[in-house]
T-cell receptor, first 110, second 119 residues
């Protein structure tokens, strides 16, 4: 099965700044997905990252706030822009060939 | 709208007992369901999955039951151990397929159940 790696594993950021999270898969995949898990809650899909086209965002999530890149079939980035404390969450990526997740990025905004 | 939900947010059991975690789903078109285990500070860990053309699937110490009539999913853990203590999520696949005909990624998650196993 594919291995999914995320960077950074955790970060503490100042409000108003942006953080880019990287997701690397060790094999080529068609679709990659980004999820958010707010404290004490379940996972919510943010968007689907497609190679060669714009990401598809779920209701409640917009590109200006969560820009996504997908430069190739093994890599994607999610940026959390203009952060506020409400953005403090775990951000996780997954791939369509696997029912597995990376370890996630634990973001704290202060 | 579509949703996947859990009946019980917490479950406490004694070591050695069997545990049953329940999940209800609302999208009758869903064709794939997954159970995940999430330990503190870690990402969700795949436990077991089941397709809608099945009503039961067994793994090592775990069994998933699917009742499509009432849109209910359950995870049974036999001889529960302290290491099983975690949050358990059910997830529903929205039927998005890739070129290979299988897609696992676009999931709707349930609320989660906290399982605590007492030694």
């Amino acid at each position: 099965s594919a291995v999914i790696s995320q960077k950074p594993s955790r970060d503490i950021c100042q409000r108003g700044t942006s953080l880019t999270i990287q997701c690397q898969v060790d094999s080529q995949v068609t679709m990659m997905f980004w999820y958010r898990q707010q404290p004490g809650q379940s996972l919510t899909l943010i968007a689907t990252a497609n190679q060669g086209s714009e990401a598809t965002y779920e209701s409640g999530f917009v590109i200006d706030k969560f820009p996504i890149s997908r430069p190739n079939l093994t890599f994607s980035t999610l940026t959390v822009s203009n952060m506020s404390p409400e953005d403090s969450s775990i951000y996780l990526c997954s791939a369509d060939t696997e029912a597995f997740f990376g370890q996630g990025t634990r973001l704290t905004v202060v | 709208g579509e949703s996947v939900g859990l009946h019980l947010p917490t479950l406490s059991v004694q070591e050695g007992d069997n545990s049953i975690i329940n999940c209800a789903y609302s999208n009758s078109a869903s064709d794939y369901f997954i159970w995940y285990k999430q330990e503190s500070g870690k990402g969700p860990q795949f436990i077991i999955d089941i397709r809608s053309n099945m009503d039961k699937r067994q793994g090592q110490r775990v069994t998933v039951l699917l009742n499509k009539t009432v849109k209910h999913l359950s995870l049974q853990i036999a001889a529960t151990q302290p290491g099983d203590s975690a949050v358990y999520f059910c997830a529903e696949n929205r039927g998005l397929t890739n070129a290979g005909g299988t897609s696992y990624g676009k999931l709707t998650f349930g609320q989660g159940t906290i399982l605590t196993v007492h030694p």
